[in-house]
Nanobody, 117 residues
Framework: QVQLQESGPGLVKPSQTLSLTCTVS??????????WSWIRQPPGKGLEWMGV???????YYSPSLKSRTSISRDTSKNQFSLQLISVTPEDTAVYYCARGLTEYTYWGQGTQVTVSS
């Protein structure tokens, strides 16, 4: 059973960088041919795919967030991470990590991130 767990600060100030980590257990993030995504859900809105890192380390981002988003990984810890720069209150959301690109077989429980001064 694959499990994912998000971690990171729950409160970020405007203009700062949001950093989250997803720790994966029960499976390797380098196992072919899985992809590992970050997805968010702002309050009262639908899910928004942010980006993905593939089993071999390639990254792809949502065009609307590409200029502010970076996804990386630490294979020794079986973790992948999200950085979102220059955040605004509009970046307030529940952030999820998940396995998959367009269909997701496993999800983390989600972590609330609020952008506020």
């Amino acid at each position: 059973q694959v499990q994912l767990q998000e971690s990171g600060p729950g409160l970020v100030k405007p203009s700062q960088t949001l950093s989250l980590t997803c720790t994966v257990s029960g499976g390797s993030i380098t196992s072919a041919y899985y992809s590992w995504s970050w997805i968010r859900q702002p309050p009262g809105k639908g899910l928004e795919w942010m980006g993905v890192i593939t089993y071999d380390g390639n990254t792809y981002y949502s065009p609307s967030l590409k200029s502010r988003t970076s996804i990386s990984r630490d294979t020794s810890k079986n973790q992948f991470s999200l950085q979102l720069i220059s955040v605004t209150p509009e970046d307030t959301a529940v952030y999820y990590c998940a396995r998959g690109l367009t269909e997701y077989t496993y999800w983390g429980q989600g972590t609330q991130v609020t952008v506020s001064s």
